[in-house]
């Protein structure tokens, strides 16, 4: 009877065991699925140029994650009420010019969009790093920012065209517009 016993507790005690690694590879699988599918939410198509960039979605998620972290320490803020009216009307002044001088004008969006990422806390780091830190609040845009940057860089050497320098403007002016503006009390405290 004393085998018996121990037999039963034995197995019990086994499939005890059994129930919680299963149990926990369960919470462990949805964990990783709740993460993938709250990063993807969050970074929008820049998950997936991360995922592309870095090979794998572990590794991805790991750097944007990284990036999250790396933003919550950063003062990031709102612009106050004297400083977006002359950032605004310094945009204005740019556009203005960009008929007569498009690529002078190019020149001077690249540096009021970096100038307007300074005065709300930005680091202005190499360009890469400023992408990335833009891309845990602005994920929609950081691509917008990428692909004017770009032409601003090809354009340096003599590779962009008109249409290029246009098109550019139309990406620098979707962010400053999101950088300028007042965010709402929710979004702020979430972000």
């Known amino acids: ?15 005890a065991v ?13 964990g990783r699925k709740n993460r993938t599918a709250g990063l993807r939410d969050r970074f929008g198509p820049e998950y997936g140029r991360a995922v592309t960039t870095h090979g794998s979605k572990s590794k991805a998620e790991g750097k944007l994650v990284d990036r999250e972290t790396r933003v919550e320490g950063l003062k990031i803020r709102q612009l106050g009420v004297t400083e977006r ?3 605004i009307a310094d945009w204005q002044a740019v556009q203005s010019r960009f008929l007569d001088h498009p690529k002078g004008a190019v020149t001077e969006a ?7 990422l300074l005065a ?14 833009i891309s845990v609040n602005h994920p ?8 004017a940057h770009g032409v601003a860089v090809r354009m340096g050497r003599g590779e962009a065209t008109t249409e290029d ?13 999101e950088l ?4 709402p009390v929710a979004i702020r405290n979430v972000a």
Do not use: C, H, K
């Not at 121990?6 to 197995?11: A, D």
């Open 85 to 87: 009216e002359r950032f």
């Open 110 to 116: 690249d540096e009021l969009i970096t100038a307007l």
């Open 165 to 177: 320098l246009r098109a550019a403007m139309i990406e620098y002016r979707s962010l400053f517009d």
């Open 180 to 183: 300028v503006q007042v965010e």
């Open 120 to 133: 709300r806390g930005y680091p202005t780091a190499e360009f890469d790093q400023r992408a990335a830190d």
């Open 140 to 147: 929609r845009l950081v691509e917008n920012y990428r692909t």
């Open 18 to 30: 059994a129930l919680i690694v299963i149990v926990s590879v369960f919470f462990y699988v949805r």
């Open 1 to 15: 009877m004393q085998i018996e016993w121990t037999n039963m507790w034995l197995i019990g005690a086994e499939v």
